[in-house]
């Protein structure tokens, strides 16, 4: 494209109307005025725009905006009225600007119609490149250009794009057409195919696909284009892309439609996209990929093996790839070596680009016939260790403030920090090497296609997701999958892009991988593999073993730790961890936790040893009988807590007294029948007929919890003596020991008031014995919605609250979560709930009884100590609301700790 230097047209005209539904960007004529907001504007419009105005080579072009598709959508399909004036005078400007008319056969002006919506949907919305051809302006580019090869290449991928974007025929069947004629003609490479017997076949799937001939009137084009932008704007594709990311289906996508730039016109011209810092690592050195002569996404539809940008990657792209120099310099010259002015202008600007965005920039980029253009530039997509060495790196720099470092790193990527790896002599065979394109490891079994991804992950087994490469249709089986293998594609490719995003981990450009779909099958390398089989990917290495591998943490780092040091100094919240065993607590600790705040004493029980003696101590029918049984369980019991305890010294442990069902730990096989049966001396008829006896329709609402003490008051005295026994001896040792006794299930105050009646006499008396005095507490959960409403006179009798919100949500919905997997989902895709009410608390309903439970019980007791210790304990936007509410701590699962952390931080800085 050649820029032609006009006065704008419209610029102080009276008569004309200011422009409300359009906005044109990249007129240098034009006032500089503030550029809108990225609400209205669409993410890519916006900057567009704003790097239009910071004078970087942008093809000028005009944006549709937000405000456009919300009308289009509201009103079943229609345009505001005065929108087709506004884009013809747009078009205007843009041809005065460029020199060249919109279907004019001489110079024929081609535009992009590109979609973008507020935020980064990457993917989700497909861009049309090339548009106003036919075959008048074909020949008219012929012309212009002196180029007929790249003006066919042009024509023909414009109706492959146009045809699957706006019309809908299969891309597969343009494909299936293109290695058709490859093979009749003996052809391997794309651009050695006749362009004209292609472009024959090509308008010929057209008009027998959708009875018409391809549109040739370049403004029916445009207005398809257009049209299908704001339609895919409900695609299924895109409405599950936002499900998964929170994304409000109410904001809408803006339309940018650009004038063309070519990067396929020889080998004075390319395309590539770049970051400016390691999108993997998160390392300050630009990283990159581009190819000579091809044209918008080849780079990340993974057609060719893309080049680096830079020439220290290129070499240790090379090095890795055991490409020799010779071998890189011919086929993989790096931009640095091919065009070095080029070069040395994007690394300006890239550069410029960060310190104005202030973060790491994804950008996109064409070079026409040596001069260079800037297509996009957003916010990169990043791993969680990039995030938070970006994060570190740009406060240190003084570009952003500590406060928005914290922000910076959502808080559930520092999961992947602490993805597993595999260990070191795993011993497995290495079947192949492929990009190291997301990190972390994953076992699996194998699929080749995201639907049975999904089927498969939701038995419960471990998925990976194995592809030639993946597209948006794929999102949802990469979700489902634990990692994602790709046999085409480079660093930037969608599939490295979309795991990276979602934390899973992901090798790409994997060429040793062959797909059989039919067969549903793959060869890797000379293995042959069958769906279902096992294999394992190291995402962090890009080597891809055959089997599976049990996985281990991975090291977090430098930068880790003063984020980490950097949301501790933030926070108000504690954050606790729940934890069953001194593995867990060790863990927990390791990870920043600063106490136990569920330490579920029933999992002690299911060990093979014990569980008999819990059976025991069920069938008994007489209290001796069951102290007997109790005895057993009481030294089990007080070594796991010397352990736990020792483990946690100095820190608090709050311990849960028995809780589930007594059923739950009942023989239900006539071996283990018998066994007991014999243990305890009474024939198989009577323990079946006492297992019977205990039965229970709706167990969960049945004998539980602190029901179980109240009936069985012996078997919750010997907890606290199992308790308070380790409790005194570790203390006679030196170690700190904070225990917390947590009642559970509780209703009525007059429970609490029975059960810690009996539990103190039981630990006064285990005071006197071991003649030392160790301080405790004890108090309840809240996990009722009784419990909630009359916290303050729980108040009375408890020291503190812990909210059960698993529990919570349950009674407060009237859920089970064992079963309400069935129906949520279609719950959620009815939009009748945004989210599991399992995995982020419901603010509203069971938020509402948190908050009463807080009010009530700090009403009657100014200091009791108040957490959490359900699921959402771990989860993030439910620690903003508990930060909110005014909780003393969360407690989630050990691996959890870090996020919660970070969590904690960012709701107290927000
Ligand atoms: P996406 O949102 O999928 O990244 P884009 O709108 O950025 O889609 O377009 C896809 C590709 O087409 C990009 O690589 C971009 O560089 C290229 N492209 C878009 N508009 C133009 C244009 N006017 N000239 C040349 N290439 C373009
Ligand atoms: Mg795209
Ligand atoms: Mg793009």
Redesign the pocket.
């Known amino acids: 494209m050649k820029p032609k230097k006009t006065s704008a047209q419209f610029a102080g005209d009276a008569s004309v109307q200011p422009l409300r539904w359009t906005v044109f960007f990249g007129d240098p004529q034009q006032a500089r005025e503030p550029p809108g907001a990225p609400e209205l504007l669409g993410g ?1 419009g916006y900057n567009l725009l704003e790097m239009t105005q910071m004078g970087f080579p942008v ?1 000028p072009g005009f944006i549709l905006t937000t405000a456009v598709c919300k009308e289009y959508h509201g009103t079943g399909g229609s345009y505001p009225v005065t929108l087709v004036d506004e884009v013809n005078r747009c078009l205007k400007q843009l041809e005065q600007l460029t020199g060249k008319g919109f279907g004019d056969p001489n110079q024929p002006l081609l ?2 119609v ?3 919506a507020p935020v980064s949907m ?2 989700m ?1 497909d ?1 049309v ?1 090339n548009l106003g051809l036919n075959p008048h302006t074909l020949q008219g580019l012929v012309t212009a250009s002196g180029d007929e090869r790249f003006a066919k290449d042009a024509y023909r991928r414009f109706i492959h794009m146009y045809s699957s974007v706006v019309l809908g025929v299969p891309h597969a069947q343009f494909q299936d057409a293109a290695s058709q004629l490859k093979q009749s003609t003996g052809i391997s490479e794309d651009h050695d195919v006749d362009p004209d017997k292609l472009i024959a076949r090509y308008l010929n799937i057209v008009a027998k696909k959708t009875d018409k001939p391809f549109p040739s009137d370049p403004m029916e084009q445009l207005w398809g284009a257009i049209g299908a932008v704001f339609s895919s704007w409900n695609s299924p594709r895109a409405k599950i892309y936002r499900k998964i990311h929170h994304i409000p289906d109410t904001l809408g996508t803006a339309v940018t439609v ?6 396929n016109r020889g080998k004075h011209s390319g ?1 590539g996209v770049a970051f400016t810092r390691d999108p993997a690592t998160g390392e300050d050195t630009i990283m990159g990929e581009f190819l000579i002569n091809a ?3 080849d780079v ?1 539809a993974g057609i060719r093996t893309p080049c680096q940008i830079s020439l220290a990657e290129a070499r240790a792209w090379a090095q890795r790839q055991a490409v020799g120099e010779s071998e890189r310099t011919a086929k993989y010259a790096s931009m640095e070596e091919a065009m070095p002015a080029q070069y040395r202008e994007l690394i300006d600007l890239m550069t410029r680009l960060e310190t104005h965005y202030r973060d790491m920039q994804d950008i ?1 980029f ?1 070079v026409e016939n040596g001069r260079l253009w800037l ?2 530039t957003r916010n990169g997509k990043r791993t969680g260790r990039a995030a938070v060495r970006i994060a570190v790196e740009m406060e240190n720099a003084g570009l952003i403030t500590r406060k928005q470092a914290l922000l910076r790193v959502p808080a559930e990527h520092i999961e992947q920090l602490l993805h597993p790896g595999l260990p070191e002599n795993h011993g497995a065979t290495v079947l192949a090497r492929g990009l190291a394109a997301s990190p972390g490891a994953a076992s699996g079994q194998i699929v080749f296609d995201a639907d049975k991804a999904v089927t498969l992950a939701q038995t419960g087994t471990p998925v990976l997701l194995l592809t030639t490469e993946t597209s948006p249709e794929d999102v949802h089986g990469m979700h489902a999958a634990q990692g994602v293998l790709t046999a085409r594609g480079g660093m930037t490719s969608h599939a490295a892009v979309v795991a990276r995003g979602m934390g899973r981990c992901c090798i790409a450009g994997c060429g040793a991988l062959s797909i059989d779909l039919a067969n549903r099958s793959c060869r890797i390398g000379d293995h042959r593999l069958k769906e279902g089989d096992w294999l394992t990917l190291n995402g962090n290495t890009g080597e891809v073993l055959l089997g599976r591998i049990a996985t281990i943490e991975t090291q977090t780092d430098a930068y880790f730790d003063t984020l980490m040091q950097w949301a501790d100094e933030a926070r108000r919240l504690q954050v606790w961890c729940n934890a069953d065993t001194p593995e867990d607590a060790r863990r927990g600790r390791q990870f920043g936790a600063q106490g136990i705040g569920l330490c579920r004493t029933e999992h002690m029980f299911f060990d093979s040893a014990r569980i008999t003696h819990v059976r025991q101590m069920i069938v008994a029918e007489s209290r001796p009988e069951r102290e007997k049984a109790l005895q057993h369980l009481l030294r089990y019991q007080r070594d796991d807590f010397r352990a736990i305890f020792r483990e946690m010294d100095g820190l608090p442990v709050c311990i849960r007294l028995l809780d589930p069902p007594l059923h739950e730990f009942l023989p239900n096989e006539s071996l283990e029948m018998r066994k007991l049966s014999k243990l305890v001396g009474k024939p198989v008829d009577e323990i079946i007929r006492r297992v019977s006896a205990l039965h229970e329709i709706n167990p969960m609402l049945g004998h539980r919890g602190c029901r179980l003490g109240i009936t069985y008051p012996e078997i919750y005295r010997m907890q606290a003596r199992a308790i308070m026994e380790a409790a005194c001896e570790l203390s006679a040792e030196g170690v700190k020991v904070l225990p917390e006794i947590m009642i559970p299930l509780v209703a009525l105050p007059e429970e609490l008031v029975f059960v810690k009646q009996e539990i103190e006499a039981e630990i006064a008396l285990v005071m006197q014995q071991k003649s030392t005095a160790v301080a405790y507490s004890i108090g309840t959960m809240i996990e009722l919605p009784r419990a909630s409403l009359v916290a303050d006179k729980i108040a009375e009798t408890a020291s503190f609250f812990s909210f059960g919100t698993n529990d919570l949500t349950q009674t407060t919905m009237g859920l089970s979560r064992d079963d309400a997997g069935r129906f949520l989902g279609e719950y959620q895709k009815l939009g009748i709930l945004s989210e599991d009410p399992f995995v982020g608390i419901d603010e509203e309903g069971v938020g509402a009884l948190v908050k009463i439970g807080v009010d009530k019980g700090r009403a009657t007791r100014p200091d009791i100590k108040l957490g959490v210790c359900g699921e959402h304990g771990g989860h993030p936007q439910s620690i903003d609301f508990f930060h909110k509410v005014g909780l003393n701590y969360v407690s989630c699962s050990p691996y959890r700790v870090a996020i919660a952390r970070l969590a904690a931080a960012q709701a107290a800085v927000r």
């Open positions: 890519k093809p535009v992009s590109r979609s973008g990457p993917g919305m861009t490149l650009q004038a063309m730039v070519f990067g395309t044209q918008g996404e990340v996109e064409t297509l996009q």
